[in-house]
Each structure stands twice: as C-alpha cells, then as structure tokens.
C-alpha cells in the first residue's frame, strides 16, 4: 500500500516494471470517510520592509490562473472556487496517470486537513516516530497516540 500520488506511478514504471504491471489504484482508505487534504500556505511577514510587493506577489500566485498552471506543471491542486471543475481534473484520457489525478481531485471534494496547523515539525517527529514504533510492533496504537501527547505538550510548555 502506497499512499502516493501520480508521481510515483512514473517512478514505478521506471524502477519496478513488474511492480507498476500490478499495482492498483483505490480511493484512500480511512477511518472517517475523508481523505486527507494537505495544504501548503504563502504568508507575508507583518515585519517586511516590502510588505505592499509582498502581499501584491501573494496574490499573484495565488490567482486561480497562476495556481492552475502551476497545478499542471506539478503534482498539486489549486484551491481557488471552481478550479477542480476544470476538464484537467474531471476528464480521463486513458492514462493511469490521469485516472490519478482525476480520482483525487473528486475525493478533495470531502477532504479534511487533520494536521493541526500548531504542530511544529518537532511535534511532527514526535508523532511520527511513535507511530513507527506501532507499526514496528514496539507499543500498542494506544500506547503510540498517548506517547505523541506527551510529547507535544511538553514541547508546547517550551515554547511558552
């Protein structure tokens, strides 16, 4: 299982042939119905010296155009209204690649973004290696999930 994106189907075919032969393609499997949404977000500092040219090159980049050539060139999904509507996104051509893309930009429809925006990276380490561990057989899920909480909340308590 591989939760990749069209991307790696080009890597399979290349590196593993007889691998991308067999490989299948599905919805993501979850416990809550949704899939998960990863966002990415252009910020302007309140500090800049060039805070007017800042925020005019933010918007740039995020007008539904820009976004929808940048989401043509890599593997990303605009998010301005309408724009998943594109025939880009709702078409298939044949392609494995393209059933891809068509398949998760339908499934953003219910997307949620479940990596709470307070996570620092470090809190992001912590609970990533405790669900290794998990997955590692080295401490129950419970175990893992308490674990993580720990963690984060002492990192928390050093940042404040």
């Given amino acids: 299982m591989n939760p990749g994106s069209a991307l790696d189907l080009a890597t399979f075919k290349k590196q593993a042939p007889s691998l991308y032969e067999n490989i299948g393609i599905t919805d ?23 805070k007017p040219a800042a925020v005019a090159f933010a918007h740039h980049v995020t007008a ?14 605009p ?10 996104f709702t078409e298939e051509d044949g392609t494995d690649v393209t059933r891809v893309r068509v398949a998760a930009a339908k499934s953003l429809k219910n997307a949620v973004n479940y990596t709470p925006v307070l996570f620092s990276e470090q809190m992001k ?6 669900v290794a561990k998990a997955l590692q057989g080295r401490q129950s899920p419970k175990e893992a999930l308490d674990n993580a909480v720990k963690a984060c909340d002492r990192l928390l308590r050093q940042q404040g």
Avoid at 34 to 40: E, G, I, T, W
Avoid at 79 to 88: E, F, N, Q, R
């Fill in 28 to 50: 993501q499997i979850t416990s809550t119905g949704h899939v998960n949404m990863y966002v990415m977000g252009l910020m302007v500092n309140a500090q800049s010296d060039r």
């Fill in 64 to 77: 539904a155009r820009q976004q929808m050539s940048f989401a043509k060139k890599v593997a990303v999904f």
């Fill in 79 to 88: 998010s301005t209204a309408g724009s998943l509507d594109d025939p880009y």
């Fill in 125 to 130: 380490t912590e609970l990533r290696n405790q």
